[in-house]
Nanobody, 124 residues
Framework: QLQLVESGGGLVQPGGSLRLSCAVS????????IGWFRQVPGKEREGVSCINRFGDTTAFADSVKGRFAISRDNTKNTVYLQMNSLRAEDTAVYYCAATSSFFCRLTEMAYSDWGQGTQVTVSS
């Protein structure tokens, strides 16, 4: 059974960095594209970044372009989201999700399996 577990969240000051990890078990990671999403209370879940099966295609929301990076290590069954120059508006619960699609999408409906989320708080 596919399981995704996020880690690496926490409290960071504006301008700081965090690296989130999404550990995947129960599947062969190279068969899945992975997306990162975030959600704040009262708002819809927002697509942040994604990486396709082969790791050669990525996508980012306009709000994080140039600040966030995504990578995957299929040998460790883990996908990473490096977040730099963090802002207060990046505060949210961050989720990773998996899809067997070849393609990388920032659309929530494209993903079939989700982790439980990790809280990121950017505050001074």
């Amino acid at each position: 059974q596919l399981q995704l577990v996020e880690s690496g969240g926490g409290l960071v000051q504006p301008g700081g960095s965090l690296r989130l990890s999404c550990a995947v078990s129960g599947i062969t990671l190279r068969s899945y594209s992975i997306g990162w999403f975030r959600q704040v209370p009262g708002k819809e879940r927002e697509g942040v970044s994604c990486i396709n099966r082969f790791g050669d295609t990525t996508a980012f929301a306009d709000s994080v372009k140039g600040r966030f990076a995504i990578s995957r290590d299929n040998t460790k069954n883990t996908v990473y989201l490096q977040m730099n120059s963090l802002r207060a508006e990046d505060t949210a619960v961050y989720y990773c999700a998996a899809t067997s699609s070849f393609f990388c999408r920032l659309t929530e409906m494209a993903y079939s399996d989700w982790g439980q989320g990790t809280q990121v708080t950017v505050s001074s």
